[in-house]
T-cell receptor, first 114, second 111 residues
Framework: NAGVTQTPKFQVLKTGQSMTLQCAQD?????MSWYRQDPGMGLRLIHY???????DQGEVPNGYNVSRSTTEDFPLRLLSAAPSQTSVYFC?????????????FGEGSRLTVL | RKEVEQDPGPFNVPEGATVAFNCTYS??????FFWYRQDCRKEPKLLMS???SGNEDGRFTAQLNRASQYISLLIRDSKLSDSATYLC????????????FGAGTRLAVHP
């Protein structure tokens, strides 16, 4: 039961470097999203996708790109890392018609930008 | 006003106590609400969904007050294992998948 898998779990970057956080789910969920979690601020939505080929911005999209070429994968790209992007990143998925509000989260990726 | 506001706590309670958390939301059109639980350094997981006036699941009761735009979570007979952060969650308008998370209320249950 893999569920939602995120890699890497930990990453340290220097300012200006780029990287991709990987997210894959094996539940055939249409909906996938990326959140960041900072102390005292809760989870904030970065980008989301309602299906392959469709993406949209959330609350805090600046500095991040996403793509959704397959149902399973939803990578998050940091174009030029900044210290303000130091955070814990969570990928989540759910069935598009699910009204229970249940998002299935990955274990998180802890990113530090120096 | 933030879309979802919670008292950050921490709430420090002894085992067996009853504890309640409140959460206020700004979008009066919201129809459904959720409580998630997050253990330290772990991912959030759905605890309860609330669609009408409330929901009960064992020791946990969630209640909704639409007029005052708040939801509450009541935990009875607290266990050590209840120690966690409880996140109040409201959908963005128009969907059940895009969720707005409150900053969370931390609960610490001690022996």
């Amino acid at each position: 039961n893999a569920g939602v898998t995120q890699t890497p779990k930990f990453q340290v970057l220097k300012t200006g470097q780029s990287m991709t956080l990987q997210c894959a789910q094996d539940m055939n969920h249409e909906y996938m999203s990326w959140y960041r979690q900072d102390p005292g601020m809760g989870l904030r939505l970065i980008h989301y996708s309602v299906g392959a080929g469709i993406t949209d911005q959330g609350e805090v999209p600046n500095g991040y790109n996403v793509s959704r070429s397959t149902t399973e994968d939803f990578p998050l790209r940091l174009l030029s890392a900044a210290p303000s992007q130091t955070s814990v990143y969570f990928c989540a998925s759910s069935s598009a018609g699910d009204r229970t509000g249940e998002l299935f989260f990955g274990e998180g990726s802890r990113l530090t930008v120096l | 006003r933030k879309e979802v506001e919670q008292d950050p706590g921490p709430f420090n309670v002894p085992e067996g106590a009853t504890v309640a958390f409140n959460c206020t939301y700004s979008n009066s059109a919201s129809q459904s609400f959720f409580w998630y639980r997050q253990d330290c350094r772990k991912e959030p997981k759905l605890l309860m969904s609330v669609y009408s006036s409330g929901n009960e699941d064992g020791r946990f009761t969630a209640q909704l007050n639409r007029a005052s735009q708040y939801i509450s979570l009541l935990i009875r007979d607290s266990k050590l294992s209840d120690s966690a952060t409880y996140l109040c969650v409201v959908p963005f308008s128009g969907g059940y998948n895009k969720l707005i998370f409150g900053a969370g209320t931390r609960l610490a249950v001690h022996p």
